[in-house]
């Protein structure tokens, strides 16, 4: 019997893509940006106790390897040589906390996912914002760390004994796949580095008076790298030729829908929902609750690119929350079913702050709350209510980089599992009353660090110059709003259920004995 040949082809760019529910490995070609095949393995969560969130770094690396075998066969029998993989590019959930032995190999503890809010009693204390651009919160990683230092032993022993190393989960996946314990890679890139609470945005590096200041050793922390060079090569058996770089998750979103120039933006909507707005190569500092982050370095010598960032703790989590949590459906996908068969929330309004309040608000005491029902309402409504709970959020960060940067965004670029929900897309251009505009190929946060790992000096693969950027096909959606009734109809949709909730809530709030003071904290937020 003789043997297919393999089928010579383009060179071929990867993603790592592990995210908060799953992890999932994706091959590009490097001239067309095609997606040629992938794999993806969800990921389990655990809630030791109320507030805590956290997932085993051993399954997370495990689920890489598998989605890396399961792509790679399918890769095969497509008659695909499997060594035209060039570059793999890393992205990874952010802010996600891991301490590991550098000895052994072995994690000393689960990872703290970046939901987790069992820090919330440390984030009291002033920081200087202007130096790491972030808001004291239980979001980033630092208050984590510190937490592991000061309440797990094995952390602690491993810490005095030298054996300890921290990292984000691009550092942990870097390192295993470089080697591990045998010559393993420690490193991560700026826009990862940017979210700790560790580094100073403005020097590019660790930052010796934060580091004294939440009493991290900086001998534990990976070295910083940009987000397009060649930082080592896997040892997989799989794809032992290719090279690793990496980028958070939303900074590769926005490498992926070609968020190059200054003022242009994208909304991720995953787990939680986030909102980047390129600013260009110098840091803007928001007056109204927005994160200033690091967006990408493109390489050693490149200048790095800065972005406002608004985030949501709760989007998709809310799905799966009425689908594990409540049994309300059996697959994410019947969201949208139900909360067509209603078209309407029927006064029926969705605050998901499971774990507290992001950007605008970062109130992390706050909690969720479900209010307007009857005996009319079902659970179509609550469907309908939570995916306006999404896009409500979304307007009100969009409101305030709208404040921040004085130039209103004329459309809004959008990615993520969720834009697959059309009816969700519609609600959304209808509350922002601008288009909004999705990829036909939706894997922008995989594409944007492929596009980055292929870019890099010594590989050399994919260009990022303006003339020769992959074009990507995109549907839109308009609002569907006439002018006349536009100010009405948003005010409909968001300002007066805002007015609705003030009737009842301002009333719960002046007699509010009885009430949980986190309930009543939430609604202040809303009614304020």
């Not at 383009?10 to 997606?35: C, H, M, Y």
């Not at 959930?93 to 820090?119: F, M, S």
């Not at 109809?489 to 805002?498: C, E, I, P, T, Y």
Request: with cysteine; charged share 20%.
């Amino acid at each position: 019997v003789l043997k297919k040949k393999k089928i010579k082809m383009d060179p071929l760019v990867a993603a790592i893509d592990q995210g908060t529910s799953s992890t999932r490995f994706l091959v590009f070609n490097a001239k067309t940006a095609e997606l040629i095949s992938h794999h993806q393995v969800e990921i389990n969560q655990s809630f030791p106790k109320e507030g805590w969130v956290e997932e085993d770094p051993r399954e997370i690396m495990q689920s890489v390897h598998e989605c890396i075998e399961r792509t790679c066969e399918k890769l095969c029998k497509l008659n695909i040589d499997v060594s035209n993989i060039k570059a793999v590019g890393v992205t990874n959930q952010r802010e996600t906390t891991l301490v590991w032995d550098k000895d052994t190999g072995e994690p000393l503890y689960n990872a703290i996912v970046w939901l987790d809010l069992r820090t919330q009693s440390t984030v009291e204390r002033l920081i200087n914002k202007h130096k790491t651009g972030l808001p004291i919160s239980t979001y980033f990683s630092a208050v984590k760390l510190r937490w592991l230092l000061d309440n797990v032993d094995e952390v602690h022993e491993a810490f005095l004994s030298q054996r300890a190393m921290f990292g984000t989960v691009d550092s942990w996946i870097i390192w295993c796949l470089t080697g591990g314990k045998n010559g393993g890679v420690h490193c991560t890139d700026v826009s990862n580095a940017s979210r700790t609470m560790l580094f100073n945005i403005h020097t590019m590096d660790w930052d010796p008076e934060l580091c004294r200041y939440f009493d991290i050793p900086m001998e534990i922390l990976p070295s910083v790298r940009s987000s397009s060079e060649i930082y080592g090569w896997m040892v997989s058996s799989d794809t032992p030729h290719s090279t690793l770089c990496c980028l958070g998750d939303q900074s590769a979103a926005l490498v992926g829908q070609m968020c190059f120039n200054e003022g242009q933006a994208k909304n991720t909507y995953g787990t939680g929902c986030f909102l980047l707005r390129n600013t260009g190569t110098k840091p803007v500092i928001s007056d109204h609750g927005l994160l200033t982050t690091v967006a990408y370095k493109l390489g050693k010598d490149e200048p790095a690119c800065y972005a406002l960032e608004g985030s949501v703790a709760i989007a998709g989590a809310v799905v799966r929350w009425l689908k594990d949590n409540m049994g309300m459906v059996q697959s994410s996908s019947e969201i949208e079913k139900l909360a067509a068969a209603v078209g309407t929330s029927y006064g029926c309004y969705f605050v998901p702050a499971f774990s507290g309040l992001y950007a605008p608000y970062w109130e992390p005491s706050a909690r969720g709350i479900i209010c307007g029902l009857t005996q009319f309402t079902n659970r179509n409504h609550l469907a309908f209510a939570a995916l306006e709970a999404v896009c409500f959020q979304t307007r009100e960060i969009l409101d305030a980089m709208n404040q921040d940067s004085g130039v209103p965004l004329t459309q809004l670029k959008v990615d993520g599992g969720m834009t697959s929900n059309r009816l969700l897309m519609q609600l959304q251009a209808d509350i922002l009353c601008i288009p909004v505009v999705r990829p036909t190929m939706s894997e922008t946060t995989a594409l944007g660090v492929a596009m980055a790992a292929g870019a890099a000096e010594g590989v050399g693969v994919w260009s990022l110059s303006p003339g020769q950027l992959p074009h990507v096909t995109s549907e839109r959606y308009e609002p569907q709003i006439n002018p006349e009734g536009k100010t009405a109809r948003v005010k409909s949709l968001q300002w007066d259920h805002m007015t609705y909730m003030k009737q009842d809530i301002q009333q719960i709030i002046e007699h509010r004995a009885g009430w949980p003071r986190v309930l009543v904290n939430v609604m202040q937020h809303y009614v304020i």
